[in-house]
């Protein structure tokens, strides 16, 4: 199920945009920081959040994806047989 993110300010308030994905694996559509037209999609696992980037396990290491460049999080669904 493929979720688009709008990353809108509302003042005084942190929206926690990502924790019905923590711990599961998703794809990230990001785009460029720059120009938003080069984008590609990073196949991970999102652990945690902070208010500018969203903190993910992807191969044997994690990062930190500033949420100015996602686009869209869409889950990875669980195999047939574990359904």
Same mark, same amino acid.
């Given at each position: 199920? /493929?979720?688009?993110?709008? #990353? ?11 924790? #019905? ?14 120009? *938003?037209?080069? *984008? ?19 191969? *044997?290491?994690?990062? #930190?994806? /500033? =949420? =100015? ?13 574990? *359904?």
């Amino acid at each position: 199920m /493929s979720h688009l993110v709008h #990353n809108g300010t509302v003042p005084d308030i942190v929206p926690v945009a990502y924790s #019905n994905w923590y711990d599961t694996p998703v794809v990230l559509r990001v785009a460029a920081p720059r120009t *938003q037209k080069l *984008q590609t999609e990073l196949h991970c696992t999102i652990t945690g959040e902070s208010d500018a980037a969203v903190h993910i396990h992807i191969g *044997q290491r994690d990062r #930190n994806i /500033s =949420k =100015k460049i996602i686009l869209a999080v869409e889950e990875i669904p669980a195999p047939r047989g574990l *359904q």
